[in-house]
């Protein structure tokens, strides 16, 4: 039961290491992630500010050609007029020439809305990509300067998982089990020791029976109160 109790210690020690490890590693690439989150938002608005640029550029075309368009009927029927000399066509003729000066009046309105709306985006637009290509060079500067320290806690995470798993496979699935849940609620320590008759992560005072049963190492022990390993450190 010794040989149980050392490997669950090495293993809780191993685990020890791979959390502060990978805590360090998460610092280390927390700026990095920072500047790329950053960046993958900047650069969806500019596409997104592209594309509405892009789309209000060919309304506008759109609006000022049906103008054009309006003009060109407007002077056809202004020069046809000058021709009838029937009062009803002369009349008919003269309520299509107003009926397409208000139509072209509405176009002229809605292009000058379209134009008021845009005030501003193509500024934007530049701001923007000038913005997101500093934040990709500040990226690039960043990942060059983390690198070597990111390759390095990888690799050393990577040992100590293998180490973790070699131990693991000389341990009781069940007891692996249990140990495992005691360690995320434990704070990470899920194997403590039983020290002059009390329970070295609670602090409780173990009753002296268990407490010599302990010290005899035929079994595992569970502390009473917070139900952590137990082992005797004499």
Do not use: W
């Not at 008021?116 to 193509?122: H, I, M, Q, V, Y």
């Amino acid at each position: 039961m010794l040989e149980e109790i050392s490997r669950l210690t090495s293993l809780q020690a191993l685990d020890q290491q791979l959390r502060a490890q990978e805590q360090a590693l998460s610092k280390i690439t927390a700026r990095v992630d920072e500047l790329r989150a950053r960046n993958e938002q900047s650069a969806i608005e500019l596409e997104r500010l592209r594309a509405d640029e892009q789309q209000a550029e060919l309304s506008r075309r759109e609006l000022e050609r049906a103008l054009a368009a309006g003009e060109v009927e407007i002077r056809n029927k202004r020069m046809r007029l000058s021709q009838i000399k029937n009062e009803r066509e002369l009349q008919a003729l003269g309520h299509e020439v107003e009926s397409l000066k208000e139509g072209n009046q509405r176009l002229e309105s809605e292009l000058l809305a379209k134009l008021e709306l845009a005030d501003g985006r193509p500024q934007r637009i530049s701001e923007l990509a000038e913005s997101l290509e500093q934040g990709l060079a500040e990226l690039q500067e960043a990942e060059r300067a983390v690198a070597g320290q990111i390759e390095e806690q990888r690799e050393a995470i990577g040992r100590q998982r293998r180490e973790r798993e070699r131990l693991l496979g000389q341990l009781d699935p069940v007891l692996v089990q249990r140990y495992e849940m005691l360690f995320e609620r434990r704070g990470g320590q899920a194997v403590v020791a039983a020290k002059a008759g009390t329970c070295q992560g609670c602090r409780m005072r173990l009753p002296p029976q268990l407490f010599n049963q302990i010290q005899r190492h035929e079994v595992i022990h569970y502390c009473p109160n917070c139900q952590r390993v137990l082992y005797y450190d004499p």
